[in-house]
């Protein structure tokens, strides 16, 4: 006898065939949806004992850093380079520092604003997706009078700290606020110490300008300590909270893959590079002795981590991405 199949078998299929072509239809419809291509807000937020640190990221800026690095040759940059997957461009994080205290916000350098075209400048918007509003800093400390640590201090011509003093070394001061020094600088270096004057003029013209005075808590937990080279007033700064360190760095370091491994290398962004050199490494010393964080305005965002050392350099050792608590 000849099997009869159940009508209801050939409905199934039927059924099966139409879902089938709807989901791959469906699929192919998702696939033809336009590329988004923006990313998540640029903050990330840390618990130091009772400090809460958020990390804010102006951006990226690429650096031909073969060309940039000194006391070493292309040939070397370029093999530890590729070691580390990078180009001849290398992608490189500008990196700020918002310190809520309990009692004071402060502000740890403030990006480039407009002085370094479209892909810096974020700070601000990425202060505000933070939860925090420019007008509630208290102060802003500056490691250094470098256009990407700077720039952030004006918008539009205005003052973008209104209620905030800003502080920083003398001796960066003395030197990129000088109209001397300005007028008999070389035409590379005019644009930073236009940038320099720029941002800070309007504040110091406010009464809003207040050298540091190193060693001194600045805020209560908060300190400078001069790391003179990269800039004649270059400073990092300490943070302690509950028997939990954080030294933000500044500029002592600007190309991770090639640095770490070779403290001795120099930039030529330093205005004494062999100075600079000194302090990087009693830097990088005390860091890996203490074991205690670190963070840094050019690692990759959001530039916190530690370091150990391995043989006659270091290794870099990121944070773990995780909830505040």
Do not use: C
């Not at 407009?114 to 925090?132: D, E, H, I, K, V």
Request: aromatic fraction near 8%.
């Amino acid at each position: 006898m000849t099997h009869m199949t159940h009508p209801t078998h050939w409905l199934r299929r039927g059924l099966a065939a139409v879902a089938g072509s709807v989901l791959m239809l469906s699929f192919a419809a998702h696939a033809g949806a336009p590329q988004i291509k923006t990313q998540a807000p640029g903050f990330y937020r840390m618990m130091l004992g009772d400090f809460e640190v958020t990390a804010l990221f102006d951006g990226t800026i690429e650096l031909e850093v073969k060309k940039l690095l000194t006391n070493t040759t292309q040939a070397q940059v370029g093999k530890l380079l590729d070691r580390s997957f990078k180009k001849d461009l290398v992608p490189t994080s500008v990196n700020s520092y918002l310190v809520n205290t309990g009692s004071k916000l402060v502000l740890i350098d403030t990006g480039a604003g407009s002085l370094f075209g479209p892909t810096l400048g974020n700070l601000r918007n990425n202060l505000l997706a933070s939860g925090y509003k420019p007008e509630q800093i208290d102060d802003v400390f500056i490691t250094h009078m470098h256009g990407d640590h700077v720039g952030g201090l004006i918008v539009d011509g205005k003052l973008a700290f209104p209620n905030a003093t800003i502080h920083a070394g003398q001796e960066d001061a003395d030197f990129w606020l000088s109209k001397a020094n300005l007028e008999k600088a070389t035409p590379e270096m005019k644009g930073f110490f236009q940038g320099a004057q720029a941002s800070l003029n309007p504040y110091v013209e406010a009464g809003k300008f207040a050298p540091l005075k190193e060693g001194a808590d600045l805020v209560p937990g908060i300190k400078a300590v001069a790391a003179h080279g990269h800039t004649p007033g270059h400073n990092t700064y300490v943070l302690e909270s509950k028997g939990q360190k954080l030294v933000l760095w500044g500029d002592l370091m600007h190309v991770a893959a090639v640095q770490f491994v070779q403290p001795q290398v120099t930039i030529s962004f330093d205005t004494d590079s062999k100075t600079a050199a000194v302090e990087r490494k009693k830097a990088y010393a005390d860091a890996a002795k203490g074991r205690y964080l670190v963070g840094s305005a050019h690692l990759p965002f959001p530039g916190l981590g530690r370091i150990r050392a391995e043989g006659s350099g270091y290794v870099w050792v990121p944070v773990d991405y995780q909830q505040v608590r």
